[in-house]
DNA sequence: GTCTATATGTCGATAGAC
DNA sequence: GTCTATCGACATATAGAC
């Protein structure tokens, strides 16, 4: 079960596949490198050393340091947006799930997506440089808090359409929801990040369902 | 009302006032640099250029840079400790307040710790330090997080005995209750550092608190 | 696309005069 | 407790040979 996967291949940030070996290494290494020091904190000295290339090297891939940064925001978005349901799901999953079913299924997805060691040490890189890089909080905020938030909320609202939920404010059900969610998976992040172990955090996850659940249908 | 506090005088690291007005200076320049681009992005030259001495004269006020964050670092624990309610009050607390005057109560108070402009420039700095600083895991996560969720918890218990609210795990409702909170406070201080506005996000919290009171008490 | 060599700048910290 | 002057280390990035 803790069979933990890594992306092989990366995306450039054009999002065209990367088919040369030592791009993709020096990406890999730079992954491992921002998320335990921050991208201030490592040198191109650092990375390339473990490439094993030259500095002057790396500036064959890429243009300048920020381009790595840029390269690795780009593949974590294309990634982070599959977790998420789509407008066309939106119909589909609420007629055929009820909101435990799909509290918990959304929850999995995520599961699956953090046991990705390059995913969860972007994660990482994210929360460090959110007060240092507009693209880190675009992504925080908009893509991951936001649009979970209303993607879901319209989930609920077609819910209660079909009398799976009492009527209320939907977004604002959403993000009762997700709030604690993003609070406790930061948790998670933190935990993993000091090799210690993460089942309190879990247990409180599903916690948290069982009383947002309660909350909501009574 | 939008009358922003400043702190005048820090305490050092051993939480002794400190009296020198170059000492003084040296912190709330540091505060203000490092929340707005990181403990590691911002040099001594800087500092000392902002605070008008020349950079070896602030070794003569701190052994090296490190001393200066430790000493940010314990001016912020003693101010954020003020805010949660002390074990001595939960008795009289519980006794006297209703669940929703106590919760807005608490509200108010982080309110007005927060209008503290060095003070919110802080929680920047935690935020930030926190992948790559212990200190700032410890303060958030322990200090901040851990410490409150307790202490609230604890007058949810002494409510329940006196029937003001249904018996419950009280320690997980505090949880419940403030994961949404402490994901609200984190967007409302990246609201004020883009100086947008957080209407929003206090409205949020507000509704966050109607969600839970209701939630809670049917 | 790799290398050697180097340009140019910044960093934290110290020595020692006043 | 301020200053001038400086050290040694490390940073990003480029030129040009192979």
Do not use: C
Request: proline share 2%; net charge negative; glycine share 4%.
């Amino acid at each position: 079960m803790d069979y933990e996967k890594e992306l092989e291949n990366f995306l450039d940030k054009d999002l065209q596949p990367i088919t040369n070996g030592t791009k993709n290494k020096i990406l890999h290494v730079a992954i491992d490198h921002f998320s335990q020091r921050g991208y201030r904190g490592v040198s191109i000295r650092q990375i390339t050393r473990d490439v094993g290339i030259k500095e002057s090297s790396l500036y064959k891939h890429f243009q300048n340091k920020d381009e790595i940064l840029d390269t690795i925001f780009a593949n974590f978005e294309v990634e982070v947006v599959k977790i998420l349901p789509s407008s066309e799901q939106i119909e589909v999953v609420a007629t055929s799930m009820d909101i435990r079913d799909f509290l918990e299924r959304g929850l999995q997805n995520f599961v699956n997506h953090i046991e990705n060691v390059s995913m969860r040490k972007i994660w990482r890189i994210i929360y460090n440089e959110l007060f240092s890089d507009q693209r880190a909080r675009t992504i925080y905020f908009e893509t991951i808090i936001n649009l979970t938030i209303e993607r879901v909320g319209a989930i609920f609202e077609q819910m209660m359409r079909l009398g799976k939920l009492p009527r209320q404010d939907a977004r604002m059900l959403s993000a009762e929801y997700h709030y604690p969610v993003f609070s406790l998976i930061m948790e998670y992040n933190f935990l993993k990040l000091e090799g210690k172990s993460t089942k309190d955090t879990e247990k409180r996850l599903q916690d948290h369902i069982d009383f947002f659940i309660k909350a909501v249908t009574n």
